[in-house]
């Protein structure tokens, strides 16, 4: 066994030190869905159970010189290639420890290959990526990088999501696994004649994030309002109306009762309150990222378009925009957007003059109930 062992090593440390060998930035082995209607080449899915992030960079040279892949790109692996990987990583998984990536060669050795009920086919797919600023070339090339943000291997807008709908496909979601809309129907009426059921839980681009990533110390009421790409930090509860969007978060325990869009980023100890509203990156198209600092309060029903900095609040109700008048503590009113990304500050709605005010705080919010966000 210990040979065994050694000559892997060896082999390793020859390709990786070999002069045409190009390390990924990140890369993955895993699973994908691909329909079989039509010219049979749409991509439904992809499922990667252990992603690599300028890591076990040996594991991908073994894999690629195994299956003569390139190293960078998106490769169908053949039933062969991924056994004779098993085989080789056999003697790693036996000595014990922690070896992700070989496990999880021996489980896709045992891959079902075979037609589905919905009219689909699952294979195993090697991705690598070159470099995480460069724009995803494939659909299975974005859902790693969604995999890598809501596994928190890193925080929204840590990788280019660059023309990403144009690549995804429109999915129906059942309880059987992804289907093609162009064939559901008449997959589903097959089900059902042979006495089966379908349940679609949703039709769209991006499916759930718990479907595919559990992140640890969360809590989640409604699996259907967080999609995959998420990035929701330990300590972070979802509230049942709550809602987050792809390369969007939490970066430290944070209650969201109300909705965070694409690209909105919360800071630690802050709270979205039941109805509450923030502008996403894509409603200004797609350049400005806004934000919420640590300990900050959004009230029910409450909106921003605007970043708020630490120790801010937004009552109950108020919606503030970029355009927003807003009169200062000094006296002026400026427009909302020259305050965005200030601290310490209480917008609220003066209930005389019905203008808006903001209102410096000689204080912080008091923060979140840490017993409440202890999701262990």
């Not at 294979?123 to 090339?141: K, M, T």
């Not at 009552?315 to 601290?343: F, H, M, W």
């Not at 609220?348 to 919010?365: C, F, K």
Request: glycine residues 14%; charged residues 15%.
């Amino acid at each position: 066994m210990t040979d065994l062992i050694q000559e892997f090593r060896d082999r390793v440390a020859g390709l990786v030190g070999s002069p045409g060998w190009i390390e990924p930035a990140a890369y993955a082995l895993g699973i994908r869905t691909r329909s079989l209607a039509g010219e049979g080449a749409k991509v439904l899915d992809a499922r990667f159970p252990v992603c690599n992030l300028g890591e076990n960079a040996g594991f991908a040279a073994v894999l690629c010189d195994v299956g003569g892949l390139p190293s960078i790109g998106t490769t169908v692996v053949s039933e062969a290639v991924v056994a004779e990987l098993a085989e080789l990583t056999a003697p790693i998984v036996a000595a014990g420890g922690h070896h992700p990536n070989a496990t999880l060669a021996a489980q896709l050795a045992g891959l079902d290959r075979s037609a589905t009920s919905l009219g689909t086919v699952c294979e195993v797919v090697f991705v690598g990526i070159a470099s995480l600023g460069d724009a995803p070339r494939s659909a299975e090339d974005v859902y790693l990088r969604l995999h890598l943000l809501s596994g928190r291997r890193v925080p929204p807008h840590g990788v280019n999501l660059d023309g990403q709908f144009g690549l995804l496909a429109n999915v129906v979601w059942t309880d059987r696994g992804p289907a093609d809309p162009d064939s559901f129907d008449h997959i589903r009426s097959g089900i059902v004649a042979s006495g089966g059921t379908v349940v679609v839980d949703s039709i769209d681009k991006f499916p759930r994030m718990a479907d595919y990533v559990i992140p640890s110390g969360v809590r989640i009421a409604d699996a259907s309002r967080v999609r995959l790409g998420a990035h929701l930090a330990d300590g972070t509860t979802v509230m049942h109306e709550g809602f987050v969007n792809f390369n969007a978060g939490t970066l430290g325990s944070a209650m969201v009762e109300g909705r965070i869009s694409a690209g909105v980023v919360v800071g630690p100890n802050s709270d979205i309150g039941g109805g509450a509203s923030i502008m996403g990156t894509l409603s200004g198209g797609g350049t400005e990222v806004v934000s919420i600092g640590a300990r900050c309060l959004l009230g029910a029903n409450a909106g921003i378009g605007i970043s708020l900095g630490d120790d801010c609040t937004v009552e109950a109700g108020l919606y503030v925009t970029a355009g927003t008048r807003v009169r200062t503590p000094d006296g002026n009113v400026v427009k909302a957007q020259e305050l965005s990304g200030r601290s310490g500050l209480l917008f609220r709605r003066n209930s005389e003059s019905g203008s808006v005010e903001a209102l410096s705080t000689t204080g912080s919010w008091t923060g979140l109930n840490d017993q409440l966000h202890a999701n262990d």
